[in-house]
């Protein structure tokens, strides 16, 4: 499955315009979380997406990320898969985000 991609750089710009309908979805460990975190992004560790899909909104434009990108594209394929038409991933992570904070 191709999965969208946004960098962080595009990211921060979209983020910048107040792009009040842009879900960010985190999907790291907590240990992970703990390390730091794009402002008001949802908490769901990859493991738990199954059992809270239903919390998420299919229509809403949904931008995945974990540390360096693997994790969120997997996630991303799995929202794909069932369902959501608006997912992308974060390009390089929660590291990518962190070089241009």
């Keep these: 499955m191709d999965v969208p991609e946004i960098d962080a750089h595009t990211l921060k710009q979209k983020l910048a315009e107040n792009n009040t309908g842009l879900v960010l979805l985190d999907v790291r460990e907590p240990y992970e979380y703990a390390e730091g975190v794009i402002p008001w992004a949802t908490f769901i560790p990859m493991n738990d997406i199954p059992a809270h899909i239903d919390e998420l909104d299919k229509d809403a434009e949904i931008v995945v990320y974990c540390a360096h990108g693997i994790r969120s594209y997997q996630v991303a ?12 991933h974060l390009a390089d992570g929660f590291a990518a985000w962190s070089y241009y904070a």
Excluded at 77 to 88: E, P
């Design 77 to 88: 394929a799995y929202l794909m898969h069932n369902g959501f038409t608006k997912v992308q």
